[in-house]
């Protein structure tokens, strides 16, 4: 909140970030507000987002569809209008194939893949009015890489690259923009809470900071500047694309095949 930005490309727009209370999603919602966006929080439990006139705290579950219709009523009744979704309340899955009954495939695919459409079938009314639409999707590394023990993250990470460039193509003539960000592993609570799992924390963290091509995690901040760039007129040619943030992680090989 108490950041300053001298790049106001968001002055004058209205964004909603779902997810918008943790980790990513709060960092996303801090720099369009640093750029001179107004934007609503959409989260499961949004107590923790700051009470201001630039910002809306709204409760919503993406897998409920009453819910999102409601939040993007409140959005278009407070500040009148909608030009930015961010689409980046997602959750987590461990295991194989072999883990996994159907209704855990459900429940996952609900909330990380339908729950995006949910948001973006709400909010596109009002986006077809807006002069500089925008969607950015997150999605995750584990679109794009074979991640062992993560096949319904997967599964469902790749299914929002591909949602995001067939939307992309859906609505470009209408003048909405839809792209993608693929943040490689950030330091996140989520991560906070999967490294507080080893016995040593303080050694998986070291170890997994390692592991990365620059040497440490992603921070929220660089995934919110790559959204901000992908939902900001200054991006207005790009569209359909998934943008890495990961360090290198997706495209670099740092050895010889
Ligand atoms: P986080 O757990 O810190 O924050 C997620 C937020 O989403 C929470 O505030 C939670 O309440 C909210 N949320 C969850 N389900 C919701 C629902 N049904 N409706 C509304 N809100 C809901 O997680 P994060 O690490 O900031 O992850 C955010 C996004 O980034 C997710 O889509 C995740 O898949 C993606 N991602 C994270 C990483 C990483 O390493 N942290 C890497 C790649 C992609």
Aim: aromatic letters at 2%; charged letters at 20%.
């Amino acid at each position: 909140m108490s950041r300053q930005n001298d790049i106001r490309d968001f002055d004058g727009l209205v964004a909603i970030v779902t997810g918008g209370a943790s980790g990513i999603g709060a960092a996303i919602a801090d720099e369009l507000r640093a750029r001179g966006a107004k934007v609503a929080a959409l989260d499961l439990d949004p107590s923790s987002v700051p009470a201001d006139e630039q910002t809306l705290a709204v409760r919503c579950d993406v897998g409920d569809d009453a819910s999102v219709r409601a939040a993007i009523s409140e959005v278009v009744a407070t500040w009148g209008g909608l030009d930015v979704v961010v689409n980046n309340a997602g959750i987590g899955a461990q295991g194989t194939v072999a883990d996994n009954p159907d209704d855990e495939w459900a429940r996952v695919l609900d909330a990380n893949v339908v729950g995006m459409a949910r948001v973006a079938r709400a909010a596109l009314p009002h986006l077809r009015r807006s002069e500089h639409a925008a969607i950015v999707n997150t999605g995750s590394i584990a679109a794009t890489a074979g991640l062992p023990d993560r096949v319904l993250y997967s599964a469902s990470k790749g299914a929002v690259h591909a949602m995001t460039r067939a939307m992309a193509a859906d609505h470009i003539r209408e003048g909405i923009r839809v792209n993608a960000v693929s943040p490689g592993t950030a330091d996140t609570p989520w991560i906070g809470r999967l490294l507080d799992r080893a016995d040593d924390p303080a050694a998986e963290r070291a170890a997994l900071n390692a592991r990365q091509p620059h040497g440490r995690l992603v921070s929220a901040d660089e995934v919110a500047g790559a959204v901000a760039y992908l939902a900001s007129p200054l991006s207005g040619s790009t569209t359909g694309v998934a943008l890495a943030v990961d360090g290198g992680m997706q495209n670099l090989r740092l050895r010889p095949l």
